[in-house]
């Protein structure tokens, strides 16, 4: 489990365990995690955790955030990372953490929506059964999205608002992810030499549906689907 602790001019004041998805850091009363000093900006910069991984975003703040006495605008936390915002120092804590990056991974994964005219042709979701859904079914408005865990574009988030998204490197498909009418989204491969790999297994070339948490591994990149 992830924690900050907290210091104000090396003095430990706070420890916050990181709780799923996003919290605020900032002045301003409400924040997840207020630090309470002039040097800091009302909304200073915000957390991404989604299962070991926690990501720091700054928000276009006065005096900027640090990371390691490195001012950055987006980072991958990692175990013994230490954030500067002002005068408080933040120490990340979670012996869990996997390292972010790595030769191994591709450097080229493009992430990115299918224009209006490829959309027109998505892959065909799986066939419903009997079984599969009543057919008053409620549908499932929550919103998805995709965070890339590891590879080029780590730490980036991706809201599936497109009716197909496609995924894959530079002029090669290598899946998509597309909603059908019960609001879930399937992943279905591009092609069945390379297919992506959900939790550890390949994905039936028919497509599967993807829950909350789900790890896909696609062209090189690691990534987390989320729910909300």
């Given amino acids: 489990m992830a924690k900050l602790i907290i210091k104000f001019e090396d003095v430990v004041i706070d420890q916050v365990v990181l709780k799923q998805g996003d919290m605020s850091i900032g002045r301003r009363p409400g924040s997840d995690i ?69 030769d191994s991974l591709a450097k080229t994964v493009i992430i990115t929506p299918l224009k209006h005219e490829e959309a027109a042709h998505p892959a065909s979701p799986p066939a419903a059964t009997p079984t599969a859904a009543p057919a008053a079914a409620v549908r499932d408005n929550r919103q998805g999205a995709i965070f890339v865990l590891s590879g ?42 390379d297919r992506p790999v959900l939790n550890g297994k390949p994905v039936a070339l028919r497509g599967e549906e993807l829950k909350n948490g789900d790890i896909i591994e696609i062209a090189g990149s690691r990534m987390q689907f989320h729910l909300k």
């Fill in 152 to 193: 080029a574009s780590s730490g980036k988030r991706i809201e599936l608002t497109k009716a197909v998204t496609n995924l894959g490197r530079a002029g090669k498909m290598a899946a998509t992810i597309s909603r059908n009418v019960r609001g879930a989204y399937i992943l279905t491969p591009g092609s069945e030499a």
């Fill in 34 to 102: 207020v630090l309470d000093n002039l040097s800091v900006s009302g909304n200073h910069a915000s957390l991404f955790t989604i299962g070991e991984d926690s990501f720091i975003q700054d928000l276009n703040s006065t005096n900027g955030t640090f990371v390691n006495n490195k001012k950055i605008s987006k980072h991958h936390l990692i175990n013994g990372d230490a954030v500067g915002i002002g005068k408080h120092s933040l120490l990340y804590v979670n012996e869990n953490a996997a390292l972010p990056g790595g």
